[in-house]
């Protein structure tokens, strides 16, 4: 028998990576409705938006006015995305306490996804760590691609311990693994985060996990398997790198939830009121997310077993 964790915790991503690259845009007021209403379903950790190009991501040009119209007196942790000092100069302006700069362990996906090659990239990231740590912030670093990229393939996992050790002297407070592309397999899982959580001693590790080839579940259930405690994932299923091929969205929070549930793992999420938020907005966008468990739990004709 394997043995898993009596509790998982999950952070909500969908409102940035999840709305990232849809091209019609959903009002300031309303990404407010929808982060209190995602508090409201028990999710603790929420990543509110991105600090990015307005030019680049029109979705998340309203970071500032996000981050005004947050509740801080709610017991949820906050966080926004970074991509270079620029970005963390801004969230720092913003008020947010809490980050993630992340860069890519693939050169080619770096200069698509982040306009840097790999050498600077990590020139970078040790500069931003640098100046959110003077600022007093919680950081999360962590890198994209870590379980295969569609321009270069297979990843070596030494290059992964490298730049995540790198990233660990520098003083992040969490670290995060990102299958950017959904190459990753159960088996690759298990020996890059394992042997990462050895790097990161008491720190956190999320797995950030898209679904392409259909096996993010698998892959999270392997994770639990030694150890993983934490993951990312969006609403509905909902988001997707724009710069890789074929990307499809995160492991939906519906669907984590629903299987973690049945095997006793305990995760503080009313799936619900979750599954409502990703219906409402497939209505919103007309058009379907890849997840499943919002729509069946919707449906009254079948018993859904718990």
């Known amino acids: 028998m394997r043995t898993y ?30 982060i209190e209403a995602i508090a409201d379903a028990g999710l603790k950790r929420i990543q509110v938006t991105s600090f990015v190009s307005p030019k680049m991501v029109p979705q998340m040009a309203d970071a500032e006015d996000i981050c005004k119209g947050l509740d801080f007196s709610r017991d949820v942790l906050y966080s926004g995305l970074v991509l270079n000092t620029r970005g963390l100069e801004r969230a720092v302006d913003a008020g947010l306490r809490h980050v ?32 959110g740590k003077k600022h007093g912030l919680k950081i999360r670093g962590g890198l994209q691609c870590v379980f295969g990229c569609r321009f270069e ?3 070596d996992p030494d290059v992964v311990f490298d730049m995540i050790q790198e990233q660990l002297d520098l003083g992040i407070d969490e670290v995060a693994l990102a299958d950017s592309t959904g190459m990753a397999n159960p088996i690759s899982i298990q020996e890059i985060s ?6 990161s001693e008491d720190k956190p590790v999320f797995l950030h996990l898209h679904d392409t080839e259909g096996k993010g579940l698998a892959n999270a259930l392997a994770a639990m398997q030694v150890g993983i405690t934490h993951f990312d994932t969006g609403f ?14 995160n492991i939906s929070t519906e669907d984590l939830v629903f ?11 009313d799936i619900e009121k979750i599954a409502a938020i990703s219906r409402s907005l497939e209505k919103y966008f007309s058009k379907q997310f890849s997840g499943k468990m919002h729509r069946v739990i919707d449906r009254k004709d079948i018993q859904v077993v718990r």
């Open 5 to 34: 964790p009596p509790n998982i915790v999950i952070e909500e991503q969908g409102l940035r990576d999840g709305l990232q690259g849809e091209n019609l845009l959903i009002p300031t007021a309303r990404k407010l409705e929808l």
């Open 153 to 155: 393939g297979r990843i």
């Open 194 to 199: 394992g042997n990462v959580m050895e790097l």
């Open 259 to 269: 299987m973690s549930g049945q095997m006793g793992i305990e995760t503080g999420v």
């Open 236 to 249: 509905g299923g909902t988001g997707g790198c724009p710069f890789i091929k074929g990307a499809s969205g």
């Open 100 to 131: 993630e700069a992340s860069i890519s362990v693939s050169n080619t996906h770096s200069r698509k996804n982040a306009n840097a090659s790999l050498t600077e990239a990590r020139r970078r990231i040790a500069e931003m760590i640098k100046f």
